[in-house]
T-cell receptor, first 111, second 112 residues
Framework: KQEVTQIPAALSVPEGENLVLNCSFTDSAIYNLQWFRQDPGKGLTSLLLIQSSQREQTSGRLNASLDKSSGRSTLYIAASQPGDSATYLC??????????FGSGTRLLVRP | DGGITQSPKYLFRKEGQNVTLSCEQNLNHDAMYWYRQDPGQGLRLIYYSQIVNDFQKGDIAEGYSVSREKKESFPLTVTSAQKNPTAFYLCASNPQGANEQFFGPGTRLTVL
């Protein structure tokens, strides 16, 4: 059974810092991996989708990498801003096309 | 304006009552999903449907039921058999297969 772990569980950084969020998964037989952002009390916003054949994907200040064989993905946020404060969730898609979620990393960017 | 809508945003239920949460999408997606989120935790899959008139149980289907009579609609009923229904419920959809999944704004259910 796929298990997803996100480290750290919470992170507080001053504005302007570059930061890395980590995601590990136990079963490498995945189709893709998605990173999401969730603001308090809201739904999930898709940030990046990395297909299993890709190594990384970029959108603006965000860069996600995927190492399927070692069961790891990272989300890199450059020049963090207070508006980046949210919970970030990673979710690999298993062989049944189902997303399996980690518990998330709560990010606070201090002005 | 394409997207996924969920209603109501907040729902209160007395113990012993069944309630139905609505999920509608106008993205022409084949697949739809229901998740449950508890405080400080990730999402857990309740039910999913890859095509109209067909659906499968997820990891925590007990106490829930669904129907998929139309492509754009996937309502979730929380029955009185669900022992701890207070949670945040999220609906999602995607084109069938290994494609990006999109989420609605959620419904917060509280049992009084």
């Amino acid at each position: 059974k796929q298990e997803v772990t996100q480290i750290p569980a919470a992170l507080s950084v001053p504005e302007g810092e570059n930061l890395v969020l980590n995601c590990s998964f136990t079963d490498s037989a995945i189709y893709n991996l998605q990173w999401f952002r969730q603001d308090p009390g809201k739904g999930l916003t898709s940030l990046l989708l990395i297909q299993s054949s890709q190594r990384e994907q970029t959108s603006g200040r965000l860069n996600a990498s995927l190492d399927k064989s070692s069961g790891r993905s990272t989300l890199y946020i450059a020049a963090s801003q207070p508006g980046d404060s949210a919970t970030y969730l990673c979710a690999p898609m298993d062989s049944s096309y189902k997303l399996i979620f980690g518990s998330g990393t709560r990010l606070l960017v201090r002005p | 304006d394409g997207g996924i809508t969920q209603s109501p945003k907040y729902l209160f239920r007395k113990e012993g009552q069944n309630v139905t949460l609505s999920c509608e999408q106008n993205l022409n997606h084949d697949a739809m999903y229901w998740y449950r989120q508890d405080p400080g935790q990730g999402l857990r899959l309740i039910y999913y449907s890859q095509i109209v008139n067909d659906f499968q149980k997820g990891d925590i289907a007990e106490g829930y039921s669904v129907s998929r009579e139309k492509k754009e609609s996937f309502p979730l009923t929380v029955t009185s058999a669900q022992k701890n229904p207070t949670a945040f419920y999220l609906c999602a959809s995607n084109p069938q297969g290994a494609n990006e999944q999109f989420f609605g704004p959620g419904t917060r259910l509280t049992v009084l």
